[in-house]
Nanobody
């Protein structure tokens, strides 16, 4: 069983910055995580993929955040990050971390974080 621990959300003014973190935790050894992804869901809207950081170094962003957000990962700590700069009110949403194909001593699984609220308002 892999637990995904998210942190870093909050309230910020337009133009501000926030950094989200996402750590995989398990009672057994974690060998690897294929993809660390960030999604967001605004009220009344579908969940959308914001950014992806692959184990092989592949990085992808949604057009709406490219140039403002930076996704990264620290595999030694089983942790992913989403640095969000130049935040806009349209970025307001619950942000979810998704860990795809987490390989542990017990096998391979994928897990969602609990979500963290990001609110951008003046």
């Amino acid at each position: 069983q892999v637990t995904v621990l998210e942190s870093g959300g909050g309230l910020v003014q337009p133009g501000g910055s926030l950094r989200l973190s996402c750590q995989a935790a398990a009672s057994v050894r974690i060998f690897s995580i294929r993809l660390m992804e960030w999604y967001r869901q605004a009220p009344g809207k579908q969940r959308e993929l914001v950014a992806t950081a692959g184990k092989n170094g592949r990085i992808n962003y949604a057009d709406s955040v490219r140039g403002r957000f930076t996704v990264s990962r620290d595999d030694a700590r089983n942790t992913g990050y989403l640095q969000m700069n130049s935040l806009e009110p349209e970025d307001t949403a619950v942000y979810y971390c998704y860990l795809d194909r987490v390989a542990t001593e017990d096998g391979v699984s994928s897990s969602w974080g609990q979500g963290t609220q990001v609110t951008v308002t003046s």
